[in-house]
């Protein structure tokens, strides 16, 4: 209830006033309440009250605080403590307390006091247009952007695009290694590790993963751990790029590249996407002078192309030429359900122009918060530099966990395992879909990862994000292809099938026939 205080009175906003000469306890009963159990002292309790108050409004500026001695009485505590308390209060400029007068809330708080919410009053975005901070151009650039996929919350459902089979990962492992570095943890690692880049032991297990699997060469020292791939696009493009530099972005492509890009306040260039990945010979035709690129090159997403090595061996010459750099995100590779991978970019580039950038929200879990870049050996000490002046990318302990995940096999392992959960759930998906969906979705090829891009076959006017929103509402997350794209004209769904099982693949296909169907009535 909003309390005001007068000269002599203290008045509910809404209620009859309140006399001083109530019965004892009343005055202050509407000012404080004191919990003699808790960790704070009677003074900070006072102390909390009362500016608690004079922020939310009750106690208006000017107005006169009953004495010391009243309050005292009325709490049943020591004078000493409310005047150790109003003292506080005045030295924080909330109330002014003069020899021999009364104590009054101060008659001019700070404006920014008085722009706090009252109490039980929401602060709405348009409350104080004049007296907001101001935004930046690139704010409202990144608030036009599409909303991805509707999420339905979690747990994840059939068919959230990216998610791994969170269900087969070996969570009571990963928890006995967690607790095994945790009681042998130096100091020197609760500390934080001592090197900005990362763990030494996890980007030295990072190095020897991906030079044996994915033909990327490199030292321990090349190795920068971050909080992701989206943190890895945005700390490279920090050092590459100057604001309203060209970058060359995949269309459709992976919107944590676009949205990298503008944060970074370049100008992303979109180019568009074949059979064979990114079409290097447009790229040069929109934007020769590029800095950057980023690029999928063995698995594009969403389109799931590989890039044959005509195309990779053009797209280095040009980059080497232009001066630009190649960031190669090879997010899900690992997961090619025949056979073995092509090689990485980074293992053909002679002229030091590509980055590499992993990441294990695909091969472990999204919540883990791990991902790293290998940095061409030049690049390596301006990286270094600058990560010094960045915060540091991921617990230390967690890293120490994942050091000893790789190290001890158990990722390699894990790796094999998922390759074959992820073919089997594909092919039950292309299976569930040529049964529930044939003639409204024709599926592209999918030989890796755990995603499957559908074209709409529908009529023109349905489009894929109306189709999204059907499904949502009948529980089935799909991503709409469109919201992928820069400049591209694209209508398809994206479904996500490494976190789904078999029977739950069915029935969200289901679903889907029926959220088609819903798409096609007026
Ligand atoms: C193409 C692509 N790259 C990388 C990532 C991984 O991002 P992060 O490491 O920030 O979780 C994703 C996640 O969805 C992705 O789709």
């Known amino acids: 209830m909003p309390v005001i205080w007068y000269?002599?009175?203290?008045?509910?906003?809404?209620?009859?006033?309140?006399?001083?000469?109530?019965?004892?306890?009343?005055?202050?009963a509407l000012l404080l309440e004191l919990d003699r159990r808790a960790r704070a002292t009677l003074h900070e309790q006072i102390f909390a009250g009362v500016r608690a108050r004079i922020l939310a409004g009750e106690l208006a500026p000017g107005v006169r605080l009953p004495s010391s001695r009243r309050i005292a009485d009325d709490l049943g505590v020591a004078r000493a403590t409310v005047v150790q308390a109003f003292e506080a209060l005045a030295a924080e400029g909330y109330v002014v307390t003069r020899r021999a007068s009364a104590t009054r809330v101060a008659p001019e708080l700070p404006a920014?006091?008085?722009?706090?919410?009252r109490r039980g009053q929401r602060q709405s975005a348009s409350a104080h247009p004049r007296t907001a901070p101001r935004l930046a151009r690139v704010a409202r650039v990144l608030a036009?952007?599409?909303?991805?996929?509707?999420?339905?919350?979690?747990?994840?459902?059939?068919?959230?695009?990216?998610?791994?089979?969170?269900?087969?990962?070996?969570?009571?492992?990963?928890?006995?290694l967690s607790a095994r570095c945790h009681a042998r943890a130096s100091t020197a690692l609760l500390d934080g590790g001592g090197d900005a880049r990362g763990h030494r032991g996890l980007r030295d297990a990072i190095a020897a993963h991906v030079a044996a699997t994915r033909g990327v060469h490199c030292s321990g020292e090349q190795v920068f751990i971050t909080s992701g791939t989206q943190a890895a696009f945005d700390e490279i493009l920090r050092l590459l790029v100057d604001p309203g530099d060209a970058v060359w972005i995949e269309d459709p492509g992976y919107l944590g590249a676009r949205h990298a890009a503008l944060g970074a306040r370049a100008r992303p260039v979109p180019v568009p996407v074949d059979a064979d990945g990114l079409d290097v010979a447009a790229g040069i035709a929109r934007a020769p002078r590029a800095r950057a690129v980023v690029v999928a090159p063995s698995h594009q997403y969403p389109l799931g192309a590989t890039m044959p090595l005509a195309r990779r061996f053009a797209l280095l010459r040009w980059a080497a030429a232009a001066r630009a750099l190649v960031i190669e995100d090879d997010y899900d590779s690992e997961f090619r359900h025949r056979g073995r991978p092509l090689a990485a970019l980074y293992g053909l580039d002679e002229a030091g122009c590509v980055v590499y950038a992993g990441t294990f929200s695909k091969s472990l879990f999204p919540g883990l918060r791990i991902g790293f870049f290998v940095a061409p050996q030049g690049l390596v000490d301006a990286f270094a530099a600058a990560r010094a002046a960045l915060p540091p990318p991921a617990a230390t302990l967690d890293q120490a966990t994942l050091a000893a995940f790789l190290a001890d096999g158990h990722f390699a392992t894990h790796l094999r395992r998922m390759r074959a959960t992820y073919r089997e759930r594909g092919e039950a998906l292309r299976a569930a879909l040529a049964a529930d969906c044939a003639g409204a979705l024709d599926p592209l090829p999918c030989d890796t990862g755990m995603q499957l891009v559908a074209q709409l076959v529908l009529p023109a006017a349905i489009t894929d994000r109306a189709v999204a929103t059907h499904a949502a509402e009948l529980g089935v997350e799909v991503g709409a292809l469109s919201t992928y794209t820069l400049r591209r004209r694209m209508r398809g769904l994206v479904f996500g099938f490494g976190g789904v099982r078999p029977p739950q693949i069915r029935t969200g296909t289901r679903l889907l026939a029926r959220a088609l169907e819903r798409s096609r009535r007026p």
């Open 112 to 117: 920014a006091l008085q722009l706090l919410p």
């Open 144 to 176: 036009a952007l599409p909303a991805g996929t509707p999420r339905l919350g979690a747990p994840p459902r059939a068919f959230r695009p990216g998610c791994p089979a969170l269900d087969r990962f070996p969570v009571a492992l990963w928890a006995r």
């Open 7 to 28: 000269g002599h009175q203290v008045q509910l906003a809404s209620d009859r006033p309140v006399q001083f000469d109530e019965p004892r306890g009343a005055v202050a």
